[in-house]
């Protein structure tokens, strides 16, 4: 699916645009859609790094952290050390996920 999107600019900025486009090998319209993508879809690296804190929070280990998240092991012990953390242990983990499952739904606590 796609959404045909159209609006006006200032001739300089158009002429900025089309420029930086040459200068990256793609039409104007190409380009217009990487920024929008980069912008709206792909996760900056703070909401990255928030996420990797609140499931190590939530007890799970780097590899369930990567996993969950789509990065590297790697891209998850450099924030975690970045933040004065250490990876979770398996057995912190493991009761991190049982206790998650074992809360009450909202269906059960009516």
Not at 40 to 54: A, D, F
Not at 73 to 78: K, L, Y
Not at 86 to 93: E, F, I, L, M, Q
Request: aromatic share 4%; hydrophobic share 40%; no cysteine.
């Amino acid at each position: 699916m796609s959404v045909e999107v159209r609006f006006s600019l200032p001739d300089a900025v158009w002429w900025q645009l089309t420029a930086r486009a040459e200068d990256a090998g793609v039409d104007a319209r190409e380009y217009v859609a990487r920024i929008i993508r980069e912008e709206v879809v792909s996760p900056r690296p703070e909401q990255i790094t928030e996420s990797v804190l609140r499931l190590h929070h939530a007890g799970l280990t780097i590899p369930l952290i990567a996993r969950r998240l789509d990065l590297t092991n790697q891209a998850v012990q450099t924030r975690l050390y970045t933040a004065g953390l250490r990876g979770n242990k398996p057995s912190d983990a493991t009761k991190a996920i049982l206790a998650q499952l074992n809360e009450p739904t909202k269906e059960h606590a009516a």
